[in-house]
């Protein structure tokens, strides 16, 4: 499917949903970024905005990018609401073409899923060699399939966050992985409705 295709899937995605004062970070960011200093920030796929939001509250200076510009633009009218258009610029990016430029002390992609095509190993790739020595690169995946999700494919098969570190291929000299598990969690829907599911949590660290 075309790069069009892609777009209006996930502008349809978020224009279907109303836009939140407030969106809330995902748990798995807070507890593994709270106490690190504050530096800059990279949120792929941000969605609603909510890490990128509560990361630019802690000071951190966030570059956010989606495919979807209706998320580009709903996360750039609530960053200047909050007081925080200093710290957070939205950006628009297809990652099958493209990948933002800089260098950072976090990456985070959080349930970086597509139906679409998208080379998520390569991408991963880049993100680890945006980190400078001592940035971390934070992906968390489905591990599961909730109530709610676009993807209700019932063969879905979700690799564990070895198996995504082994994708990406990269150097045990210069990355260290410090966190690979899969914790369960009481998640909320877009709609209010809570289930059970799984994180599949991926913290790698650039040494050098």
């Known amino acids: 499917m075309s790069t069009t295709d892609a777009v209006a899937f996930w502008d349809g995605v978020y224009a279907a949903?109303?836009?939140?004062?407030?969106p809330r970070p995902n748990v798995r960011l807070t507890e593994t970024v709270?106490?690190?200093?504050?530096?800059?920030?990279l949120d792929l796929g941000c969605g609603g905005g909510g890490d990128a939001l509560w990361l630019a509250g802690q000071g951190w200076h966030v570059t956010a990018t989606d495919i979807s510009a209706v998320a580009v633009?709903?996360?750039t009218v609530l960053a200047r609401s909050h007081g925080l258009g200093d710290r957070l610029g939205a950006v628009?990016?297809?990652?099958?073409?493209?990948?933002p430029s800089g260098a950072f002390d976090l990456v985070c992609a959080h349930y970086l899923h597509t139906p679409f095509d998208l080379d998520r190993a390569t991408v991963l790739r880049s993100a680890a060699h945006a980190l400078r020595p001592g940035g971390r690169l934070l992906v968390v995946d489905h591990g599961s399939t909730a109530p709610w999700s676009w993807n209700?494919?019932?063969?879905?098969?979700?690799p564990s966050p070895l198996?995504?570190?082994?994708?990406?291929g990269l150097d045990p000299a210069a990355w260290t992985v410090e966190r690979a598990d899969a914790p369960r969690r009481i998640a909320t829907g877009p709609e209010g409705r809570t289930a059970e599911v799984t994180d599949h949590?991926?913290?790698?660290r650039r040494t050098t």
């Open 201 to 204: 949590v991926l913290l790698v």
């Open 92 to 99: 628009r990016h297809d990652l099958h073409e493209s990948f």
């Open 152 to 158: 209700q494919d019932p063969g879905t098969r979700y």
């Open 73 to 75: 633009e709903r996360l």
């Open 34 to 41: 709270t106490g690190l200093p504050p530096g800059d920030a």
């Open 163 to 168: 198996e995504v570190a082994e994708g990406i």
């Open 17 to 22: 949903r109303p836009a939140a004062d407030s």
